[in-house]
């Protein structure tokens, strides 16, 4: 006999494969912290630290499809909301305690993604010592384009990755600079938690984040992967 809730459960949030018609269900969203040492620089910080994680609801992802444009709704309570534009990992193999060398095999594919954030809501938390959710984990802030398998992705770790508002150039960078690589990071996430397949990492931003406001479209691209085009409504 099928389980009786007391109210229909949420959907499963997926998004699309490149090339394939299965959707991959997401389970958990991951953030790395300050990874790329400009970007840490220009948030006030050396650019040298241990990594540090937090985390996003999956139902924040957006799902946005190739050659469409997402839209994002403009949040409440902030007046300083910011594109972080991200490569994501997606996880397809769990486990815990995963090593370095191992990495890359938990890995089933890559996707461009945007860690939109509350800025002005995020820096009250940290001058008070007190969690960024409210300024990180909110409703529409993680837009997300389709996952390319690993093996199509091209040399993903090498890639170049940017974002236009409106055609002008905010963020270029390549996933080279990343502080703490994929597979350091895997290795260091799956310590603290047990990494499970549908697990999505955002790997951090490069420099040059900054507002956006209502009417403004974001294109984000990480080179090998379909660009994620995004409107604030
Ligand atoms: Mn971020």
């Known amino acids: 006999m099928a389980s009786e809730y007391v109210f229909t459960p949420p959907a499963t949030v997926s998004l699309p494969v490149v090339g394939q018609s299965a959707r991959f269900p997401v389970h958990r969203i991951y953030c790395v912290g300050r ?4 970007h840490a620089k220009e948030m006030g910080f050396t650019g040298r630290e241990p990594p540090f994680f937090f985390m996003k609801p999956a139902d924040a992802v957006v799902v946005v499809d190739a050659g469409s444009t997402g839209t994002m709704a403009y949040p409440t309570l902030t007046k300083n909301l910011h594109h972080e534009i991200e490569l994501v990992a997606a996880i397809g193999t769990g486990g815990k305690n995963i090593k370095a060398a191992d990495a890359m095999k938990h890995v089933f594919g890559f996707a461009v993604g945007l860690d939109m954030t509350r800025r002005d809501l995020q820096g009250d938390m940290k001058k008070q010592g007190r969690p960024w959710d409210i300024g990180k984990s909110f409703e529409q802030s ?14 993903i ?4 990755i940017s974002l236009q508002v409106n055609g002008q150039d905010r963020q270029r960078s390549n996933v080279a600079k990343l502080i703490w690589n994929m597979a350091e990071t895997i290795e260091h996430l799956s310590a603290a ?3 499970q397949p549908g697990d999505l990492i955002f790997t951090g931003t490069p420099e040059g984040v900054n507002a956006v406001v209502s ?16 409107k604030i409504a």
């Open 35 to 38: 990874n790329y040492e400009e």
């Open 142 to 155: 993680a837009p997300t384009g389709p996952i390319v398998p690993a093996a199509e992705a091209g040399d």
């Open 215 to 230: 009417g403004d479209t974001l294109v984000g691209q990480v080179a090998g992967l379909p660009t994620l085009t995004v």
């Open 157 to 160: 770790q090498n890639a170049e």
């Open 193 to 195: 938690w047990e990494l």
